[in-house]
């Protein structure tokens, strides 16, 4: 069973930033690639955005120019920036490794005033 560790949620004011940890117990050998989902309360979850090993980048439209994803070794990153209240959501660290995926417990991200 692999448990990913995620860190870094919390609470941010409109315009404000937070930076998403997620660090993956596996060996580099036979990652597929990394990436970042969230679920609203009533919503389904949803890809926010995903690395591969090569370093190619995928967002969704709705995060493109403020949030950043980026790896190192097994650990992925997400830097998100001028966050809007509508980025409210449990986010989940995804890793796919030797073509299975693997789920983080998620970690809250609250964006009010």
């Known amino acids: 069973q692999v448990q990913l560790v995620e860190s870094g949620g919390g609470l941010a004011q409109p315009g404000g930033s937070l930076k998403l940890s997620c660090v993956a117990p596996?060996?580099?050998?036979?990652?597929?690639?990394m990436g970042w989902y969230r679920q609203a309360p009533g919503k389904q979850r949803e890809l926010v955005a995903s690395?591969?090993?090569?370093?190619s980048t995928n967002y969704a439209d709705y995060v493109k120019g403020r949030f950043t994803i980026s790896r190192e070794k097994t650990t992925v990153y997400l830097q998100m920036n001028s966050l809007k209240p509508e980025d409210t959501a449990v986010y989940f660290c995804?890793?796919?490794?030797?073509?299975?995926?693997?789920w983080g417990r998620g970690t809250q991200v609250t964006v009010s005033s």
């Open positions: 995804n890793l796919r490794w030797l073509n299975r995926d693997y």
């Open positions: 690395i591969t090993p090569t370093g």
């Open positions: 596996v060996t580099i050998l036979g990652l597929n690639g």
